[in-house]
T-cell receptor, first 112, second 109 residues
């Protein structure tokens, strides 16, 4: 089991472009969590998804951010019209059935 | 409001010395508390959770509800303990996690 996979590991975007971050959970895991880490801060919860459902999006910014976890394929965190303040490390975690969360290596987004 | 506070950004200790990482929280209810660790170039991983009351790699942490603290302790630090440590809180069983800002531990020989 390769663990939680995230790609790309590094993503550079110019202001106004779109960023798509992918997360493949551990095999058999149907729960996915996204967290964001700004410099010098801890991880902040963004969204919790199960297959095809958003369970808790209380940490998602109201605009420009969206997440999905389709029946087939990875979970996607999408940021439209990126701004410099979106520069951060984005971590995905997965769990078997809401249990212990296993984290991916993160995607470092840089907005120029 | 929920909050997890780790007052020390950096903790430098000598090998063999005791180490204590402080974590205080605020939560209206009965939270679950966790310690996560991130070694250099590795992923964030669970170190221990309060409900299991176990010792992992010589580390222990006791939940003190009166002081709303969950400090992490180890009596004799080892060089391999050098890492970033995060205290985290969950309001429900294994739900979304709220993290502190983290404490960087450096163990010098």
């Amino acid at each position: 089991n390769a663990g939680v996979m995230q790609n790309p590991r590094h993503l550079v975007r110019r202001r106004g472009q779109e960023a798509r971050l992918r997360c493949s959970p551990m095999k058999g895991h149907s729960h996915v969590y996204w967290y964001r880490q700004l410099p010098e801060e801890g991880l902040k919860f963004m969204v919790y998804l199960q297959k095809e459902n958003i369970i808790d999006e209380s940490g998602m910014p109201k605009e420009r951010f969206s997440a999905e976890f389709p029946k087939e394929g990875p979970s996607i965190l999408r940021i439209q019209q990126v701004v410099r303040g979106d520069s951060a490390a984005y971590f995905c975690a997965s769990s078997l059935s809401g249990g212990e969360q296993f984290f991916g290596p993160g995607t470092r987004l840089t907005v120029l | 409001a929920q909050r997890v506070t780790q007052p020390e950004k950096l903790l430098s200790v000598f090998k063999g010395a005791p180490v204590e990482l402080k974590c205080n929280y605020s939560y209206s209810g009965s939270p679950e508390l966790f310690w996560y660790v991130q070694y250099s170039r590795q992923r964030l991983q669970l170190l221990l959770r309060h409900i299991s009351r176990e010792s992992i790699k010589g580390f222990t942490a006791d939940l003190n509800k009166g002081e709303t603290s969950f400090h992490l302790k180890k009596p004799f630090a080892q060089e391999e303990d050098s890492a970033m440590y995060y205290c985290a809180l969950s309001g429900g069983s294994w739900g979304k996690l709220q993290f502190g800002a983290g404490t960087q531990v450096v163990v010098t020989p």
